[in-house]
């Protein structure tokens, strides 16, 4: 948690609401969109193309893939059959987790709101489990954290459904939230990817 105290996870929290997620949760909604269309892997790779553009530091952009690895094994493993679930197996690199986790929902017949509600939530609780694990706080602190954090996610979504484009994805630069994933990468115990 690079120094912050547990006072200063709710403003954290913030940060990442206008800045990573918004990104996160809109390449999200056109993954869910993208597999509903004539599934084709180019479409998958203009996304992550546009998603690395937007995400400055490597180490972000790895976490984001390893997340969306993750996400694309436990679709496989769900032998899910869905087509854009096969493309994403075909990009030269992993998806990050958005356009993985699009693509999930996608698969699963979750309706792409409900999918980026997920985005969402996710982001927060590994904020919420850094927490627990690295800070004096209990679970019911971090649990009010989550949702008064969860209060501001309708606007990031509908944000994020007017989305058309790859070209339009939010750009929002959090350079601290940057500077302390790499520093956190050159430690020798390193304790998260989130």
């Known amino acids: 948690m690079a120094g912050l105290q547990a006072d200063d996870i709710p403003a954290y929290m913030q940060a990442r609401l206008t800045t990573v997620t918004p990104l996160e949760c809109s390449v999200c909604i056109l993954a869910h969109r993208h597999a509903g269309d004539r599934v084709s892997p180019a479409a998958f790779a203009r996304l992550e193309?546009?998603?690395?553009?937007?995400?400055?530091?490597?180490?972000?952009?790895?976490t984001a893939q390893t997340?969306?690895?993750?996400l694309l094994h436990l679709a496989r493993s769900l032998q899910l059959t869905h087509p854009a679930?096969?493309?994403?197996?075909?990009?030269?690199?992993?998806p990050s987790r958005g356009t993985a986790l699009g693509v999930l929902g996608r698969a699963l017949d979750v309706d792409e709101r409900a999918c980026?509600?997920?985005?969402?939530?996710?982001?927060?609780?590994?904020?919420?489990?850094?927490?627990?694990?690295?800070?004096?706080v209990t679970p019911a602190q971090v649990t009010r954290w989550v949702l008064a954090a969860g209060a501001q996610i309708d606007p990031i979504i509908a944000q994020a459904q007017t989305v058309d484009d790859c070209t339009a994805l939010p750009a929002f630069c959090a350079p601290r939230m940057e500077f302390q994933a790499q520093a956190h990468s050159l430690r020798n115990r390193r304790l998260f990817n989130a």
């Open 85 to 94: 679930v096969a493309a994403l197996g075909q990009l030269d690199t992993p």
């Open 116 to 136: 980026a509600h997920i985005c969402c939530y996710e982001d927060l609780q590994g904020v919420a489990a850094a927490a627990l694990k690295l800070l004096p």
């Open 49 to 62: 193309q546009a998603f690395n553009a937007r995400t400055p530091s490597a180490i972000q952009r790895r």
């Open 67 to 70: 997340l969306g690895r993750g």
